[in-house]
């Protein structure tokens, strides 16, 4: 067995939007970084999302713009510049599934958010949709609610992923922690992370260490003593709608509460069927129901919002996950990304976005800390033992792997 002393900038831990965004950041900036996923890319939250580019616009309906929805406001143009290849990270590979999203509300609600909308907040930012320029699914005469449109954008979020992993595909491994382990100096601060497999042993330091392994980020804390920051959960339970409609929606439903009722991304799948994915409201609420509780309470509402169309030959499916977050006094949402030095460990950063929109703030987070703690690019050392590790693959989104696969040509399920 041969055994190697490496040494990078940065070792980045966990490989979904948070940790894929830094890793271009940083080498785009001259660092050599690398990072190490344990699953498949973008494999928990990332590729759960809605992939839904938004600047805050849902959170101001709920009472005046914070600080933190000022943060979010800059977010859709950021990443526009990225996906036409002239941002701080190239995009140009990632694909837009639609360049707007709607807000709509039923009649019964209608005046409070068309005051709203009316107000100086939005202005520049939402348009009211005119009769003639509805989208297809609203366009029956019995749609009586009013129509909104954003100008912010929804991605298709696994090829997010491919494309910010192709851009530094020769930087991102595979980890199997039951080969490896952080090392720690008596002070705390990680040593290096050693990697042993059959054929060699890898003991790779770096000046930094961050860990943006989204829910994973409280074992690995708990495996190096760091108590803070502390994280926190907030679970929720989707609901697909698989469809033969040709209709692609994205859009929140406004109801009573500032939060939207509904949230509908739309997802053409392999088959060439359409699955609606259905968050918000109902999937923060759905916790609390079984899968026919929470898939007949999605049908109920489908019914209410859309009773012009048939749901009724349409397969469901529930997916239960949580979102993880910096811990908030009361649990309230966190409304910025947050990036921060761990207690017990000088050289660790622990990273959570927050939301996927959230990415390019969450790594200038982290650029602040590396600048505050005067890391700079050093020349490699040895790199050339990582290339024996595997790579991990993109992540394949629910739409693709909750419903039985059906074939075609018997109409079996297989
Ligand atoms: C259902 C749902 C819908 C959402 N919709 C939107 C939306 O439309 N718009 C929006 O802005 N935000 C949305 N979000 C929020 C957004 O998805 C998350 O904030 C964001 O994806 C978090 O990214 P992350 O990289 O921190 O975590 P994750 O995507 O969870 O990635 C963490 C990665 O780390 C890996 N990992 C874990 N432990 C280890 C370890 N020990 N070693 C190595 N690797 C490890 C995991 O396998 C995973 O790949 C949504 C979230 C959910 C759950």
């Known amino acids: 067995m041969t055994s190697t002393h490496t040494q990078v900038d940065i070792v980045i831990i966990g490989g979904g939007i948070a940790g894929l965004w830094l890793l271009n950041r940083l080498c785009n900036q001259g660092y050599y970084a690398v990072l190490f996923e344990q699953g498949d890319l973008g494999g928990a939250q990332t590729i759960a999302s809605q992939g839904m580019i938004h600047g805050g616009i849902k959170y101001a309906l709920g009472g005046a713009f914070t600080g933190a929805s000022e943060a979010i406001a800059d977010m859709p143009d950021h990443w526009r510049r990225c996906l036409k290849g002239e941002g701080d990270v190239d995009l140009s590979k990632a694909k837009v599934l639609s360049d707007h999203f709607y807000m709509w509300s039923t009649q019964s609600i209608t005046s409070k958010v068309t005051s709203f909308f009316a107000s100086k907040v939005t202005r520049g930012r939402v348009d009211a949709v005119d009769k003639k320029q509805r989208p297809p699914v609203f366009q029956d005469p019995a749609f009586n609610g009013s129509l909104y449109k954003l100008v ?129 409201d109902l999937a923060t609420e759905g916790i609390q129901l079984n899968d026919d509780e929470l898939i007949n309470k999605a049908r109920q509402e489908l019914l209410d919002l859309f009773p012009w169309l048939d749901f009724s030959r349409s397969e469901w499916a529930t997916l239960s996950i949580d979102r993880a977050e910096p811990k908030q006094k009361g649990l309230i949402k966190p409304d910025k990304a947050f990036a921060a030095k761990a207690d017990q460990s000088s050289n660790v950063i622990i990273g959570w976005p927050t939301k996927l929109t959230l990415a390019p703030n969450m790594a200038d987070e982290v650029f602040s800390l590396l600048n505050q703690a005067s890391i700079k690019p050093q020349p490699p050392l040895a790199i050339e033992a990582l290339s024996s590790l595997q790579q991990p693959a993109v992540a394949t989104p629910c739409w693709e792997t909750l419903f039985p696969q059906r074939n075609d040509s018997s109409n079996e399920i297989t």
């Not at 790779?204 to 804390?221: H, K, S, V, W």
């Not at 439903?253 to 509908?264: E, I, K």
Request: hydrophobic share 40%; glycine share 6%; proline share 5%.
């Open 152 to 280: 912010d954008l929804v991605l298709d979020v696994p090829s997010v992923i491919q494309a910010l992993a192709d851009n530094y595909a020769d930087r991102i491994f595979s980890i199997d922690w039951q080969q490896a382990t952080l090392q720690q100096h008596p002070d705390g601060s990680v040593k290096s992370l050693l990697i042993n497999n059959e054929q060699q042993s890898i003991a790779l330091c770096a000046q930094q260490f961050i860990f943006t392994a989204g829910e994973g980020n409280e074992a690995l804390c708990a495996m190096l003593g760091i108590a803070k920051p502390a994280m926190q959960r907030r679970p929720l339970k989707q609901v697909l709608v698989k469809h033969d409609y040709p209709y692609a929606l994205y859009a929140h439903c406004m109801g009573a509460n500032p939060s939207p009722r509904l949230t509908v991304s739309s997802h053409l799948c392999t088959d060439g069927k359409t699955v609606w994915y259905l968050g918000g």
